[in-house]
């Protein structure tokens, strides 16, 4: 198993940036994948961001160009970098790993609140 603490969420205007950090655990080389999703009041979650081991990272077209994810396997952590953020943005951020294909034994952050302000 492995525990996921999400932090780095807060209040921006809009255009801002923020970068959102996923502390695992354990080694992050050992999680097979790992992303960010995101739920805003009265909506379902969505996958934000998402990266495997293999390479293969995908993003959701709402953030394209403007969110970055990475990993730091120094420090065991994953990293969100947001830029040119909208009010639309304004979400509680999960951060989740996978230890196996098809998101079995996935693990949950206990999610970051950001909020952007126009």
């Known amino acids: 198993q492995v525990q996921l603490v999400d932090s780095g969420g807060g209040l921006v205007q809009s255009g801002g940036s923020l970068r959102l950090a996923c502390a695992a655990s354990?080694?992050?080389?050992?999680?097979?994948?790992m992303g960010w999703y995101r739920q805003a009041p009265g909506t379902h979650r969505e996958l934000v961001a998402h990266s495997t081991q293999g390479g293969t990272t995908d993003y959701a077209d709402s953030v394209k160009g403007r969110f970055t994810i990475s990993g730091d396997n120094a420090n065991n952590t994953m990293y969100l970098q947001m830029n040119s953020l909208k009010p639309e943005d304004t979400a509680t951020y999960y951060c989740?790993?996978?230890?196996?294909?098809?998101?079995?034994?996935?693990?949950w952050g206990q999610g970051t609140q950001v909020t952007v302000s126009s």
């Open positions: 354990r080694s992050i080389n050992s999680i097979y994948a």
């Open positions: 989740t790993a996978d230890l196996l294909p098809g998101g079995h034994f996935r693990y």
